[in-house]
């Protein structure tokens, strides 16, 4: 809303100032040999003054014709430089620089819309004070945020300082595994991970992760025990984690159909029915419209996705699943 009253204001200030600028418009069609009309009366105007008697009244009469010609035109007159208008525009364009800077565009790390920037400001504030004082507390603080909001290249980097400084914490060890996961390094992220579950066994994001891991790497067994251990310590995505269960138990029993192969790669991220996830929503994502670009996301990852190594057979039934979500 504020960004229309600014651009409203913009543009009717603007309008104002350029109004000089137009020029008067000549209110009839200027008369034929304007010119030479003109040079005619200079020269009548100046001649009438010597004559006298008759010659002067025709004279006069000449130049009453000739201003009747006339008539209806005149030059527009130049008109003196009012540096206020232009002063008023840019002081609304200024203003209005200000304002979508303040309400729109993005000013920090994190911050897309108008609903991000006081979380974004918030996160600057945890950031700035983390480095600031070094603390493990501080630095877990900016952690735990920035991982809420998924700026995970500063989780990354809050979380590996508090490894620096406390090697045990186990929390840092498992969003660490949790974010090489993210990052497409599962061998790396498999170990964070187990150490992380071996100390801290009631952690549930962690047995989801760790089942995503196995499963990824095609071992099915290992994933559904890890799936279980989310259940048994009341992992919030219940649902969810019981429909991947029962993905990777039809799974073992074989089939290559697409919703089979979804199911086994993609499901763990993106959701059983492509609700989203861990990864972004599917139903509905144009992306799904451009087989080929969703080849090459499957194929070499992007982002946050690792690469998907599938046979020919098995991206080919993919493909063909994902353009029903």
């Given at each position: 809303m504020a960004t229309v009253i600014f651009l409203v204001l913009f543009l009717a200030v603007l309008l104002l100032a350029l109004r000089p600028v137009w020029g008067p418009k000549e209110p009839f069609p200027e008369p034929p040999r304007r010119e030479e009309l003109l040079r005619e009366l200079e020269v009548l105007k100046e001649e009438v003054q010597n004559l006298e008697g008759e010659e002067k009244k025709l004279a006069l009469a000449r130049v009453v014709e000739l201003e009747r010609a006339l008539e209806g035109w005149r030059p527009p007159e130049p008109r003196p430089?009012?540096?206020?208008?232009?002063?008023?525009?840019?002081?609304?364009?200024?203003?209005?620089?200000?304002?979508?800077?303040?309400?729109?565009?993005?000013?920090?790390?994190?911050?897309?819309?108008?609903?991000?920037?006081?979380?974004?400001r918030e996160l600057k504030a945890l950031q700035d004070k983390a480095k600031r004082t070094g603390e493990v507390a501080d630095l877990l603080a900016w952690g735990r945020r920035a991982y809420e909001l998924q700026a995970f290249d500063q989780a990354a980097e809050a979380y590996l300082e508090v490894l620096k400084k406390e090697p045990t914490n186990v929390e840092a060890v498992r969003r660490v595994g949790i974010l090489l996961f993210m990052g497409g390094r599962l061998e790396e992220a498999q170990m964070f991970l187990e150490i992380a579950?071996?100390?801290?066994?009631?952690?549930?994001?962690?047995?989801?992760?760790?089942?995503?891991?196995?499963?990824?790497?095609?071992?099915?067994?290992?994933?559904?025990?890890?799936?279980?251990?989310?259940?048994?310590?009341?992992?919030?995505?219940?649902?969810?984690?019981?429909?991947?269960?029962?993905?990777?138990?039809?799974?073992?029993?074989?089939?290559?159909?697409?919703?089979t192969v979804y199911q086994a790669r993609c499901a763990a991220c993106h959701g059983l029915t492509g609700e989203g996830g861990v990864g972004p929503r599917l139903q509905g994502n144009p992306v799904l419209k451009s087989p080929e670009a969703v080849r090459e996301i499957v194929l070499r990852g992007r982002g946050t996705m690792p690469a998907i190594p599938l046979s020919e057979e098995e991206l080919k039934v993919l493909l063909e699943f994902l353009g029903t979500l």
């Open positions: 430089f009012n540096p206020w208008p232009v002063a008023l525009a840019l002081g609304v364009v200024v203003l209005l620089g200000v304002g979508l800077w303040r309400y729109t565009l993005p000013r920090l790390p994190g911050e897309t819309t108008v609903t991000a920037r006081a979380e974004a579950q071996h100390a801290d066994p009631k952690a549930a994001e962690g047995w989801l992760f760790l089942g995503n891991i196995y499963f990824q790497r095609g071992q099915a067994k290992e994933a559904i025990a890890a799936w279980e251990k989310y259940l048994e310590v009341g992992g919030e995505a219940r649902e969810r984690v019981e429909g991947l269960i029962a993905m990777a138990r039809a799974q073992a029993q074989g089939g290559t159909d697409g919703k």
